[in-house]
T-cell receptor, first 116, second 108 residues
Framework: GAVVSQHPSRVICKSGTSVKIECRSL??????MFWYRQFPKQSLMLMAT?????????EQGVEKDKFLINHASLTLSTLTVTSAHPEDSSFYIC????????????FGSGTRLTVV | KNEVEQSPQNLTAQEGEFITINCSYS?????LHWLQQHPGGGIVSLFM???GKKKHGRLIATINIQEKHSSLHITASHPRDSAVYIC??????????FGTGTRLTIIP
């Protein structure tokens, strides 16, 4: 089946540094990638939708200068958390539409970011 | 905007029991999805439904388009089924709308 590989799975960084999270579609072309954030015991919150070759669409309240999204190819989308602060600590997960009839969307394994 | 509601929020059952999780939505949809999120955080897509019923192993998902309702059933539940089950609606490159999730715990 269609797989999205997400790296890193865990990252700890110091306040003020930047962290890049990659999502790579391994056996299909993802024209659109969704980036979510999840706080403990809460639902997924959509941050932005990235489209290959164009600017990402950010949800209301998400700072586009802080959460930089790049979707330069049909198989790779990246989320960079710039000048990270402890309040950015969260679980980030990406998802893509596969076009397959069985399950439609596939999700990355998630990245747990801790900013110290 | 589609409102997606799930019930129950939490469910604890003994191993072997038959499990049912319900999902209702307010506006007509192209597809409904059942997702499974394990404690580590990873999410697995279980089913995508637009009508009728689908089965995979011990999991069965049904949808009633007229009533705007879907159910996820687990037969012969096992502790490894313990996870959060999430209902979501959406299709293609449109945004998914998620239910609040059902936390399932199966006790050996």
């Amino acid at each position: 089946g269609a797989v999205v590989s997400q790296h890193p799975s865990r990252v700890i960084c110091k306040s003020g540094t930047s962290v890049k999270i990659e999502c790579r579609s391994l056996d299909f072309q993802a024209t659109t990638m969704f980036w979510y954030r999840q706080f403990p015991k809460q639902s997924l919150m959509l941050m932005a939708t990235s489209n290959e070759g164009s600017k990402a669409t950010y949800e209301q309240g998400v700072e586009k200068d802080k959460f930089l999204i790049n979707h330069a190819s049909l198989t790779l989308s990246t989320l960079t958390v710039t000048s990270a602060h402890p309040e950015d600590s969260s679980f980030y997960i990406c998802s893509a539409w596969t076009g397959q009839s069985n399950y439609g969307y596939t999700f990355g394994s998630g990245t747990r970011l801790t900013v110290v | 905007k589609n409102e997606v509601e799930q019930s129950p929020q939490n469910l604890t059952a003994q191993e072997g029991e038959f499990i049912t999780i319900n999902c209702s939505y307010s506006v007509g949809i192209s597809a409904l999805h059942w997702l499974q999120q394990h404690p580590g955080g990873g999410i697995v897509s279980l089913f995508m439904l637009s009508s009728g019923k689908k089965k995979h192993g011990r999991l069965i998902a049904t949808i009633n388009i007229q009533e705007k309702h879907s159910s996820l059933h687990i037969t012969a539940s096992h502790p490894r089924d313990s996870a959060v089950y999430i209902c979501a609606v959406g299709f293609g490159n449109e945004k998914l709308t998620f239910g609040t999730g059902t936390r399932l715990t199966i006790i050996p």
